[in-house]
């Protein structure tokens, strides 16, 4: 009589020794099916080379046509540039826009350049000088990586050229500085004043020195004149009372009384010396007015000069004004053309390829499509082919088979993750910069999140081609809101706040911050927490959908 | 020394099934309707009827696997709606179909199914190779069964519903699909495990094989039992009528027609040279009647014959 261990009437919710015959069967299963196990474990190498070695790669050697209207020298020297481009091999040089065109759609050139008639006026006369081109819109992504590359071109090309404007104003300011130097030495010349102070002030004191002399001569005559007058007015008196006394100091008087001397003889040679003082006396008196004349002409030649002075000292100050402010334009020009503004990435994070913030993406995807369709793919065929009624005859709770499945996959997925993982570090150099033991918490609730949602889709249908189905329509969409194939950034906002609700978006980011940035588990804990709650809603929600029946 | 397949009836009373007002709906659709039925311990029931009459619908609600809607059910003792898991280590299931694992070999789909029932592995090792042995095929024990045929799939399906030694063998249509000889083999192992005490119920298109295994039989249509009882029993729901077989050297339909007032012939059919009357008078003395009547008429007789009904005939008659 055959005795059956423990006691049938009652299954214990978590079985663990069930759950492990579950995972033993499972391995066993997958195991015989050599192709599907090459398969499961290959899909993830695959994925890897295609996106490593197709991603970050820079489009070279486009094939392009030119047309040249222009005929000048600058749209020749367009095209050198172009041929001597790495972007674009240019392989016709046509004559027309239509020949080109034609060249396009013959699938010859994926771009047709066109240098339209005018660009070098254009260009020389400072207006929008525009190159044209036409790109083979047949293929979007050739079309769009032509654009930017021609983009990139056109982009250094007026780089270039104006860099060549800035190199001539240059030479221009430089010629005005020295015109300016120039002029601002002729004016200090100008300026220099001290000549014409030292004249004026040596007039000045000629004119006091004159005026004085000619005082005192004056003075001096006078007093020799009153003296011999008063001799004369004495012998005068004496002879003849006709003389008029006179207080002596009038020419008229002394003219009188030089008269009245001419008719005395013997008085004659002190009036004959009176006369004489009082012709010097006159002389003098013509001196002094004729210094003073000089001395007014010299002040107002003085003043004239002062005006003429402060009117080319402010000449000087407007000149080297404009000469600072030329040096300045200079100093900012030189600048301009030797520092190039020049971008340079910072790697705090350590030197990347593109390639590794592809991994974590990929990571992310490649175990939400792994997770998401082997598991419950499994659970609908067992479902078809019944042999989950096998299961269900067997006193094993809900969770027990649920738990004991999802295991098996989240040690499946896990192993895919590590084989990811280590092609990626192995094929492309892929750098892990935080532990690999922070990422297995991530990696074991965001694979059982996923594990959870093929549970879910598995109880909603009920044959394997009935959830491929419905799983396509839930992978699908998710892969490409994910990221991996376009930045999030560049959708729509309607999609992007699809992605954000997205767990994969969360665990390519925590995948991210751990493998890139280096983070701690403590850094990606918000990540963390909202897969933890997908997983928490997936896993109840399998629990309570799966039900044992059967119909 | 006889190998022993199954767990001792321990249940009290003497039936391993009862079903009372037993019904299953579907939204609106009632698959099973208002079943009584009872099975006593140590026979083979066979359930018979039309696809979509209800059996599988009936197997799988006293084998937990859906719920009753209304009434109740008690399988080895047990009450259905409260003790599933009870229920679930003291019966057997062989399903319609293979529901084993094809990669896995038969002592690996064994050793898992017996895990499940919380069986030791020693357990496990020594059920596994009586079984395989009784099924016969202890010698593809470690091939994995992916390849085997339909015969010998079911044969490990046998073994796999049986591995817990349960009181109860559910067996769902377990020949179809398979070819005579393995249907053959089957049988008889059904019959051998029965002979062992084990309370079999079991589920055919087959009249002949139910006619032939099971001790009683329980005809479903439309969601309803129609008939129930041995298969001598529902034979005789048509002991009113019988159908004699004849061939004549030369078509007369007058004079069978003749022939048919004399033995009061509800109907005859015309089938290529076969003549078939169906009367309700007594078998004894209708094939001389007749025989004397076209000796008479001077018609040279190749065969009469009076056919009794057959268990498809029941069938077909509580079906329609």
């Known amino acids: 009589m055959a005795k059956i261990k423990g006691d049938h009437e009652k299954e214990r919710v978590l079985d663990f020794s069930k759950m492990i015959s579950i995972v033993w069967k499972n391995w066993l299963v997958m195991s015989r099916d050599k192709f599907r196990l090459a398969m499961l474990l290959l899909f993830p190498i695959l994925m890897i080379a295609i996106f490593g070695y197709t991603s970050g790669v820079t489009p070279k050697y486009i094939p392009a046509a030119i047309v040249d209207y222009d005929h000048s ?24 826009q239509d020949e080109g065109k034609k060249l396009i759609d013959e699938g010859q050139v994926k771009a047709l350049f066109i240098l339209p008639n005018g660009l070098q006026d254009a260009i020389i006369s400072g207006q929008n000088p525009k190159i044209y081109a036409i790109f083979d819109q047949s293929d979007p992504t050739v079309a769009q990586i032509t654009q930017a590359s021609t983009q990139v071109f056109v982009q250094q090309l ?8 800035i190199v001539s104003a240059e030479s221009s300011v430089a010629s005005a500085q020295r015109d300016l130097s120039a002029a601002k030495q002729t004016m200090t010349i100008v300026m220099d004043s001290q000549a014409v102070e030292s004249t004026m002030s040596a007039a000045n004191s000629n004119y006091r020195d004159a005026i004085y002399t000619s005082s005192q001569l004056t003075s001096g005559l006078s007093s020799t004149t009153q003296t011999l007058r008063n001799s004369v007015a004495y012998i005068l008196d004496s002879d003849q009372n006709q003389i008029v006394a006179t207080s002596g100091n009038s020419f008229a008087d002394a003219n009188a009384a030089m008269y009245a001397l001419s008719s005395i003889d013997s008085k004659s040679p002190t009036i004959a010396q009176i006369a004489a003082y009082q012709g010097i006396i006159g002389g003098v008196s013509k001196i002094t007015s004729d210094t003073n004349k000089l001395y007014a ?22 000149v080297s004004s404009a000469d600072k402010k030329l040096s300045e334009t200079m100093s900012q020009l030189s600048a301009t053309s030797s520092s190039q503004l020049s971008f340079s990435a910072l790697q705090p994070y350590g030197v990347h390829t593109g390639i590794d913030f592809i991994i974590p993406s990929m990571l992310a995807m490649t175990i939400f499509q792994g997770a998401s369709s082997g598991l419950g793919r499994e659970i609908a065929g067992e ?28 040690l499946l997925e896990i192993v895919r993750a590590v084989i990811l993982l280590f092609v990626a570090m192995v094929l492309f150099g892929v750098t892990m910069k935080g532990s690999f033991l922070d990422m297995i918490p991530v990696l074991v609730v965001y694979v059982m999140g996923a594990v959870g949602i093929g549970m879910v889709l598995s109880v909603l249908t009920s044959s394997q081609e009935q959830y491929m189905a419905l799983s396509m329509l839930i992978t699908l969409p998710t892969m490409f809101l994910s990221g991996v194939f376009l930045p999030i950034q560049t959708m729509p906002p309607a999609l992007q706040s699809v992605a954000k609700i997205l767990p994969i978006t969360y665990a390519a980011d925590a995948f991210r911050g751990i493998m890139i940035k280096g983070f701690g588990i403590a850094a990606v804990m918000p990540d963390l927490i909202w897969l933890m709650a997908f997983c928490l809603i997936t896993m109840s929600l399998s629990v309570i959908l799966f039900k044992r029946e059967l119909v | ?44 029931f066979g359930f018979l009827g039309p696809n979509g009459a209800g059996k599988t619908t009936t197997i799988k609600m006293l084998t937990t696997l859906l719920t009753i809607t209304e009434g109740s059910a008690k399988v080895a003792g047990l009450e259905v709606s409260t003790h599933g898991a009870g229920i679930r280590s003291k019966i057997g299931v062989v399903p319609q179909q293979f529901a084993l694992f094809d990669e896995l070999t038969p002592l690996e789909n064994l050793r898992y199914i017996g895990e499940l029932y919380g069986m030791t592995k020693t357990e496990i090792k020594r059920r596994s190779d009586e079984l395989l042995k009784i099924v016969g095929i202890y010698d593809k024990r470690d091939i994995p069964s992916g390849g085997f045929s339909g015969g010998m799939k079911q044969k490990l399906s046998v073994a796999a519903g049986l591995l817990h030694s349960p009181e109860i063998l559910f067996m769902d249509e377990p020949t179809t699909g398979l070819d005579p000889q393995s249907r053959l083999t089957l049988r008889d192992l059904t019959k051998q495990l029965n002979d062992q ?3 079999i119920v079991y589920t055919t298109h087959d009249m002949e094989e139910a006619d032939k295994l099971c001790d009683r039989i329980a005809i479903m249509n439309l969601s309803k039992l129609v008939a129930l009882g041995t298969p001598h029993e529902l034979r005789a729901i048509l002991k009113e009528g019988r159908t004699i077989e004849i061939q004549l050297e030369r078509k007369d339909k007058k004079l069978v027609e003749e022939a048919g007032k004399l033995i009061r012939a509800t109907s005859i059919e015309y089938m290529g040279g076969t003549i078939l009357m169906h009367t309700n008078e007594p078998t004894a003395g209708l094939v001389s009647m007749l025989s004397h009547f076209f000796e008479r008429k001077k018609m040279g007789v190749n065969e009469i014959m009076v056919k009794e009904p057959s268990l498809e005939d029941v069938f077909v008659y509580v079906t329609k």
């Open chain 1, 383 to 410: 479902k078809k082919e019944g042999s989950l009624t096998r299961v269900f005859m067997t006193p094993t709770s809900n969770t027990t088979i649920i738990v004991g499945t999802q295991l098996f996959y989240i």
């Open chain 2, 197 to 199: 005490g084990i309370t």
């Open chain 1, 73 to 96: 020298n600058m749209s020749r020297m367009i095209m050198n540039k172009l041929y001597a481009n790495q972007l674009f091999i240019i392989k016709y040089q046509v004559s027309s």
């Open chain 1, 158 to 165: 007026s780089q270039g050229m104006a860099q060549q404007r």
């Open chain 1, 297 to 318: 002409s010299t002040t107002a030649v003085a003043a004239a000069s002062a005006a003429k002075d402060a009117a080319v000292s402010a000449a000087y100050s407007r």
């Open chain 2, 1 to 44: 020394m006889p190998v022993s397949v199954c767990g001792m009836a321990n249940g009290n009373g003497e039936y391993a099934i009862e079903c009372s007002g037993v019904t299953r709906r579907f939204g609106s659709f009632t698959a099973v309707s208002k079943l009584d039925l009872k099975v006593k311990k140590g026979e083979i």
